[in-house]
């Protein structure tokens, strides 16, 4: 891992290595100074990256099942929103950061990730 690079809007983005450490159809944990992250690849190339732990009983979200752009926990099967954080009751959310793909290389932005809001 590198260390963060400022961006014109002030977005740091840290460069978690090759493309290749997430393998398609799954999640992969990293951990960037004190924050556990997991970066998720669907089959379809896209990537989600979210806290690495699931809210409800702290279950390992890096191993579960991922696709159609949610992931279920593996400990309890609770299923969230890669893209919003949303779970499946209001009370259950997790923060998403933004991540890319740039040559081969997965970056994570930093200092925007976006809490969940509650469902009304």
Known sequence: ?????????????VNLGRLEKVPLGQGFPFRIG???IAVFRQRDGSLFATE?????KNGPLS???VGG?????PLHTKKFDLA??????PSLCLKTYPVRQVQGEILLGLETGVECAPAA
Do not use: N, Q, T, Y
């Not at 690495?52 to 409800?56: V, Y």
């Not at 919003?84 to 009751?89: A, Y």
């Open 63 to 65: 191993d579960g099942l």
């Open 1 to 13: 891992m590198s260390e963060p690079a400022a961006s014109p809007a002030g977005l740091r983005w």
């Open 69 to 73: 752009g949610s992931v279920i926990c």
């Open 34 to 36: 004190a924050l556990d």
């Open 52 to 56: 690495s732990r699931c809210p409800h």
């Open 84 to 89: 919003s954080g949303r779970g499946p009751d």
